[in-house]
């Protein structure tokens, strides 16, 4: 093959194809779909599953686990990112980090976790720390910022539900 042969052929706004224009055509009369069947009719349509008559392949594996919707999304942050990434006595939140390009997308909560050493004096605001991140922080002379953030659905224990149903007694 060469250059000039790359693109022979092809055209840049192809005509479309004409059906059931006659013999001569090469797509008359049934008009490129065949001799009778479901597929020759006007209207049909068909399951993209659809595997000729045989159980569909998505019916036949397992089904397992499930999607928590309700799930909080949390970017993770590790201390050694922190002490590579800034200052001392810089202040680390949410948007210097993503300025800083080491979190990425959408997410809920932000969490600095304990991974590796921290020997620079910061002040850290996230959601949510690990205790061994939030310990490292503090002995390099930091300070640590809980931020208000999006909380898990808590789940109602027994105590807490037969309290409310109890009537208050009035004296």
Same mark, same amino acid.
């Given at each position: 093959?060469?250059?000039?042969?790359?693109?022979?052929?092809?055209?840049?706004?192809?005509?479309?194809?004409?059906?059931?224009?006659?013999?001569?055509?090469?797509?008359?009369?049934?008009?490129?779909?065949?001799?009778?069947?479901?597929?020759?009719?006007?209207?049909?349509?068909?399951?993209?599953?659809?595997?000729?008559?045989?159980?569909?392949?998505?019916?036949?594996?397992?089904?397992?686990?499930?999607?928590?919707?309700?799930?909080?999304?949390?970017?993770?942050?590790?201390?050694?990112?922190?002490?590579?990434?800034?200052?001392?006595?810089?202040?680390?939140?949410?948007?210097?980090?993503?300025?800083?390009?080491?979190?990425?997308?959408?997410?809920?909560?932000?969490? =600095?976790?304990?991974? #590796?050493?921290?020997?620079?004096?910061? *002040?850290?605001? &996230?959601?949510?720390?690990? $205790? @061994?991140?939030? +310990?490292?922080?503090?002995?390099?002379?930091?300070?640590? =910022?809980?931020?208000? #953030?999006?909380?898990?659905?808590?789940? *109602?224990?027994? &105590?807490?539900?037969?309290? $409310? @149903?109890?009537? +208050?007694?009035?004296?």
């Amino acid at each position: 093959m060469n250059l000039h042969e790359v693109h022979r052929g092809v055209t840049k706004n192809r005509r479309r194809k004409r059906l059931g224009r006659g013999p001569g055509s090469g797509t008359g009369k049934t008009s490129g779909r065949g001799a009778k069947g479901a597929k020759s009719r006007s209207g049909y349509s068909r399951k993209s599953v659809f595997q000729g008559g045989a159980m569909p392949l998505v019916r036949r594996i397992p089904k397992r686990g499930f999607t928590n919707k309700f799930a909080l999304t949390v970017a993770e942050v590790n201390v050694q990112d922190l002490e590579n990434l800034f200052d001392a006595g810089a202040e680390v939140n949410p948007e210097t980090l993503k300025e800083k390009g080491k979190v990425k997308g959408r997410y809920d909560v932000l969490k =600095v976790l304990g991974g #590796g050493e921290l020997t620079k004096k910061l *002040k850290v605001s &996230a959601h949510r720390f690990s $205790k @061994s991140a939030e +310990e490292k922080i503090q002995q390099a002379g930091g300070e640590v =910022v809980v931020l208000p #953030g999006r909380k898990p659905v808590a789940k *109602k224990t027994q &105590a807490e539900g037969q309290e $409310k @149903s109890q009537p +208050e007694e009035q004296e």
